[in-house]
């Protein structure tokens, strides 16, 4: 059984800065982890994404203003976001992808608001 727990989010101006963490806890070996948001009627999509050899990829609406990096050691993933603008706003989400049963987990979102 994994278990994933998000933390910071919130409420942030625009051009602001947050830090999102997840860690995941269980015994499993990780394929992949990555971030995911659901904005108030649209559909769930892919943030940033890190696999276990080291590759990422990211949305093409957050490419140079988030990052998303991961600490092996405490399987946990970090996605910093910075110049936040509103339509950043969503729930986000935690995913991890596990190996080898590419089982998919989710965390139970975070929100993040962007608003002056």
């Known amino acids: 059984q994994v278990q994933l727990v998000e933390s910071g989010g919130g409420l942030v101006q625009p051009g602001g800065s947050l830090r999102l963490s997840c860690a995941a806890s269980?015994?499993?070996?990780?394929?992949?982890m990555g971030w995911y948001r659901q904005a108030p009627g649209k559909e769930r999509e892919l943030v940033a994404r890190?696999?276990?050899?080291?590759?990422?990829n990211y949305a093409d609406s957050v490419k140079g203003r988030f990052t998303i990096s991961r600490d092996n050691a405490k399987n946990t993933v970090y996605l910093q976001m910075n110049s936040l603008k509103p339509e950043d706003t969503a729930v986000y989400y935690c995913n991890v992808d596990l190996w080898p049963t590419r089982v998919l987990y989710w965390g139970q979102g975070t929100q993040v608001t962007v608003s002056s």
């Open positions: 890190t696999r276990s050899g080291g590759s990422t």
């Open positions: 269980g015994s499993f070996s990780i394929y992949a």
